[in-house]
């Protein structure tokens, strides 16, 4: 694979990724009806919607600002983390789009792994 490839490839997967999180951030900030209810069945509270949505809005701008974006990846990772225990543990069966998005940042991570540092 070409140098170009891999990094127009992966500017791609960086833009998509940030696309589903702002959309999805945006729809829990915003109080989309499914989402209130989602959180509604979670039991934790409004707040926490609100916290989730803004995590997912800072983390996909993060994932360009450079020097960030191992940080808004490793926030995002975490994020899909806790999505995938609660729709395992609360919601439902309906875990593969946490664990395929929480996969696709760790990917980004991983790439960005120089920003962490020990």
């Given at each position: 694979?070409?140098?170009?490839?891999?990094?127009?490839g992966?500017?791609?997967?960086?833009?998509?990724?940030?696309?589903?999180?702002?959309?999805?951030?945006?729809?829990?900030?915003?109080?989309?009806?499914?989402?209130?209810?989602?959180?509604?069945?979670?039991?934790?509270?409004?707040?926490?919607?609100?916290?989730?949505?803004?995590?997912?809005?800072?983390?996909?701008?993060?994932l360009?600002?450079p020097?960030k974006?191992?940080?808004?990846?490793?926030?995002?990772?975490?994020?899909?983390?806790?999505?995938?225990?609660?729709?395992?543990?609360?919601?439902?069966?309906?875990?593969?789009?946490?664990?395929?998005?929480?996969?696709?940042?760790?990917?980004?991570?991983?790439?960005?792994?120089?920003?962490?540092?020990?």
């Amino acid at each position: 694979m070409t140098t170009s490839l891999k990094k127009y490839g992966f500017w791609a997967l960086k833009g998509l990724l940030a696309a589903v999180f702002l959309s999805a951030g945006g729809a829990k900030l915003v109080g989309a009806p499914m989402m209130v209810q989602t959180f509604e069945v979670v039991g934790i509270g409004q707040w926490f919607r609100y916290l989730t949505g803004l995590i997912e809005v800072v983390s996909a701008v993060l994932l360009f600002i450079p020097g960030k974006q191992a940080i808004g990846a490793g926030l995002l990772v975490g994020t899909m983390i806790g999505a995938a225990a609660a729709h395992l543990l609360i919601l439902g069966p309906s875990v593969v789009p946490a664990l395929v998005l929480g996969g696709l940042t760790a990917i980004v991570l991983f790439v960005h792994r120089d920003q962490i540092t020990a």
